[in-house]
Each structure stands twice: as C-alpha cells, then as structure tokens.
C-alpha cells in the first residue's frame, strides 16, 4: 500500500526530531530554542577536523561561558576523537577523510539542514492543486477544499518528492 502523503511527512519530521535530538546532545546544548524553533548560540560550539603535526583530531572549540561536558575543565578546545599518526602509517593519515566528513556533520550544521529540511516539507504540503488539463483550456483540480481526487498532479508529484527525503528503510 503506498504511503499517504500525511504518513509521509509524519515519518519525515520524526527522522527530523531524531536528528535534531542528537545534535542537540552532541552540541553540549550550545543551540537553544525548542524543537521546530531553535537558534544556534552566537557564539557556540564549533567542530572541526585537524591533522596538525600528524595528530588526526575530531576537535570541538569550546567557547567561554558555555556549558562544558564534566571532563572538559580547561582550555578552548576539545577532543571529540582523535588518532595519533606518524607519516609512514598510511591507514592512520586515511582517517583524515572520516574526520573531516565527520566535522561537517557538526552539530550547527545538522540543526541548519534539519531547520530547511522542515520548512521544505511545509512549504511541499503547501503546494496549492492546480488546473487539471482537458484540452480545452482545463478546469479546477476538484480536490480543492474537498476530499476529492487530486486530478491536476498536485498530491502524486508531493508524495514522489516526500520520498526523497526518506531512505528505503526507516530506524524507529
Ligand atoms: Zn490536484
């Protein structure tokens, strides 16, 4: 049975609340707001991939002032995780890769795309019904303000597009 495009958006925002729940908690609470609503602090905290002198590092720069994981006593910044690497140990400098991809799933940047992502799903459910096309210069979709049938391609080309956002199998 093909999924409504209700139950399609349901599952979407869930995926996003996962999400959001996740960068939150690995954010150390540097966004504020609530779920739909927040707002990255100004000054939060920031990922970032560093290979310097042959340490491969996941950092997190820690701002003052902000709420600090209990191991985290001193300095600016953190080691979310790191590897160290001489220059012959070439699967060592391959790590670099994971963590740059890995400081680009930082937790501002997850919290921004999730942020779009909502607003994409609302402005697709949005998407107003449209003329249906009978040669003759077309006539109102009849499921405007009504449970009719969508006739114009409106709620088919929605749920193609809610789709997109979901992957084949959903973890709950
Ligand atoms: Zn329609």
Redesign the pocket.
């Known amino acids: 049975m093909t999924a409504s495009i209700a139950e399609l958006a349901d599952a979407i925002r869930k995926q996003l609340d996962k999400d959001e729940s996740l960068a939150r908690e690995a954010s150390g609470d540097t966004v504020v707001g609530t779920p739909g609503h927040w707002t990255p602090a100004p000054d939060g905290d920031e990922w970032v991939a560093s290979d310097y002198q042959g340490d491969v590092e996941l950092l997190v720069a820690l701002r003052p002032g902000l709420p600090r994981p209990p191991q985290v006593t001193s300095g600016y910044w953190g080691v979310v995780c790191e590897d160290g690497s001489d220059h012959s140990d070439a699967e060592g400098w391959g790590l670099r890769a994971q963590f740059r991809h890995a400081a680009r799933q930082d937790p501002a940047t997850t919290l921004a795309r999730v942020g779009r992502l909502r607003t994409l799903v609302t402005r697709m459910l949005a998407e107003p019904?449209?003329l249906v096309d009978d040669g003759a210069g077309g006539y109102d979709?009849p499921?405007r303000g009504t449970s009719a049938a969508?006739?114009?391609?409106?709620?088919e080309r929605v749920r193609a597009y809610l789709a997109l956002l979901l992957p084949e199998t959903t973890e709950t």
Request: one cysteine or more.
């Open positions: 019904h449209g979709c499921r969508c006739q114009c391609g409106r709620d």
